[in-house]
């Protein structure tokens, strides 16, 4: 559109040079006004005692019948020099009589408040479009920032969709040749070029990529060089790639040797790392903070950053398993002897110590049913054995393991059972899970049944899910075509605390409807 205007400015270029010529004759007309009322003025200095004082008494009259009068019409006072011998005589009332002599006669101050002026305004708006910022008729920098900006943004996002869709349909080279194009604007797609390639084509080409992502100013790639020397048993060569993150303010390093120390029994250096990414206000900054502070039996500190995790607006990337992990950490005893066995079997799970950490899960049922639920994952994840998974899912759907109910879902999701997941999200919903609630209401959305959808993700915003809010947003505005309750939850995703999966895009998003960018 902008461009378009522009082209039209440039065509009339003839029609600039008429215009100009036309208002310069305006200009010259308005001197030569100008002089002649100057001397009108110098003239006005020889005005009898008596007509001034016939002046006073239609001033005074003027006063006294009109409300509307306007003293401010005289604020031209200054300018008037009166001869030293009438100045004498003159009261104030009578000053104000030659001024208003002067604004009433002055065709010059009658011009400007006539229609003309405005006309003359618009003419030279016209003008300075169609001149544009120099005589070549080129763009200024600001205009072609202005038109890339608009372009490129939207290309930005539609590459990085396209990519994403080919590379989960495991069409690679096809999702590279997106990302590529994504990454001249944004560095950090480098660094998704090389996770793609470690984790689904040839981990030693996704190093190389990844390197070269760090030498491109994708940073983010040393925490990702890092944990593969790590995972390789190599960790100084991991602590060198970490320390290169850090040094580039890489917040993902800076967490992965926090932990490392941890590891390490180095709890004083894991801490002072966390506490750098939390007073950056980094969500997984806090959540390692407070497993360290659980880890090293701080229950106040413990408690202090809980509370500034779940009571701050606009929190991004509080997913609900962090929420509960930290509500284990500062629950009931059986929740905090969960919590220890859970930890410690993760770490051997980890190592690769298989059988080890089965009997930590193991024991972790006899606190909390959920510990199924990670049984199961473990097989699914470490084993890749699913029917032995499915089999500690369906243990803890059983017990009353809402988590583990999820798990069953999403498995006869990708069985394609679609009546068995919707009936176990059913369940899972009415339970209270927030995410069964989500993908319930989802579900209803496709298939056209909105209005029930929106009463699903109502039960999910109520619980403080971001998405479901977001739904809502959209609901209200599209569906419903009612602006002041979409406007409601659009508020709400900006003002309320301690949201769960609240995303950085999202908030651009809401900003944009809010303040109608």
Not at 398 to 421: F, V
């Amino acid at each position: 559109m902008l461009l378009q205007l522009y082209e039209g400015g440039r065509k009339m270029l003839g029609l600039t040079i008429l215009v100009w010529i036309f208002v310069l004759g305006i200009i010259i007309g308005g001197l030569i006004v100008f002089f002649k009322n100057k001397k009108k003025k110098e003239d006005f200095d020889d005005f009898s005692l008596e007509s001034e004082r016939k002046k006073e008494k239609k001033l005074f009259d003027r006063e006294n019948n009109e409300k509307d009068y306007n003293e401010n019409d005289f604020k031209y006072e200054e300018n008037i020099n009166l001869t030293e011998e009438k100045t004498k005589y003159e009261t104030e009332k009578e000053k104000k009589g030659k001024f208003e002599k002067i604004i009433t006669d002055n065709p010059i101050i009658k011009w400007r408040k006539s229609p003309w002026w405005i006309v003359i305004g618009i003419i030279i708006a016209i003008i300075r479009f169609c001149d544009g910022p120099d005589n070549k008729l080129q763009p200024s920098e600001a205009f072609q920032n202005q038109v890339k900006n608009q372009s490129i943004e939207d290309l930005y996002k539609e590459w990085l969709d396209t990519a994403e869709k080919y590379e989960e349909n495991g069409e690679y080279e096809k999702a590279e040749e997106y990302y590529l194009k994504a990454a001249q604007y944004n560095k950090e797609i480098y660094m998704v070029i090389g996770q793609m390639y470690y984790d689904n084509i040839d981990k030693e080409k996704g190093i190389e990529k990844l390197k070269e992502a760090y030498e491109k100013g994708a940073y983010s790639a040393a925490g990702m060089l890092g944990e593969s020397e790590e995972e390789k048993g190599n960790i100084n060569k991991a602590k060198e790639w970490y320390k290169k993150g850090i040094e580039k303010g890489d917040l993902y390093s800076q967490n992965s040797m926090a932990i490392l120390y941890e590891k390490e029994k180095k709890w004083d250096e894991a801490e002072k790392l966390l506490f750098k990414g939390a007073q950056r206000e980094d969500t997984t900054s806090i959540y390692l903070l407070i497993l360290l502070y659980f880890e090293t039996d701080k229950e106040a500190e413990m408690q202090k950053w809980k509370e500034r995790l779940f009571n701050k607006p606009q929190r991004k990337n509080l997913s609900e398993e962090v929420r509960d992990i930290v509500l284990y950490a500062t629950g009931s005893e059986n929740d905090r002897k969960y919590l220890k066995i859970l930890l410690e079997a993760e770490i051997m799970e980890n190592q690769g110590k298989y059988e080890k950490a089965e009997k930590m899960y193991t024991e972790a049922i006899k606190y909390n049913k959920r510990a199924y639920n990670d049984l199961g994952t473990m097989y699914y994840r470490s084993y890749k054995n699913k029917d032995k998974a499915i089999e500690f899912y369906k243990k803890g759907h059983a017990e009353g393991s809402l988590d583990a109910t999820y798990s069953l879902t999403i498995i006869e999701r990708q069985r394609g059972n679609k009546s068995e997941e919707e009936k176990l999200l059913k369940m899972c919903a009415e339970k209270g899970k927030i995410s069964c609630q989500l993908d319930y209401g989802e579900m209803l959305n496709k298939n056209d049944k909105k209005d029930e959808a929106a009463k699903w993700f109502e039960k999910a915003a109520a619980q403080k899910e971001a998405r479901a809010m977001f739904k809502l947003m959209y609901y209200y505005f599209y569906d419903k075509k009612d602006q002041e309750k979409g406007m409601e939850w659009a508020k709400k995703i900006f003002t309320e605390k301690g949201l769960l999966n609240l995303s950085g895009e999202m908030l651009s998003l809401v900003n944009d409807i809010i303040y109608g960018k």
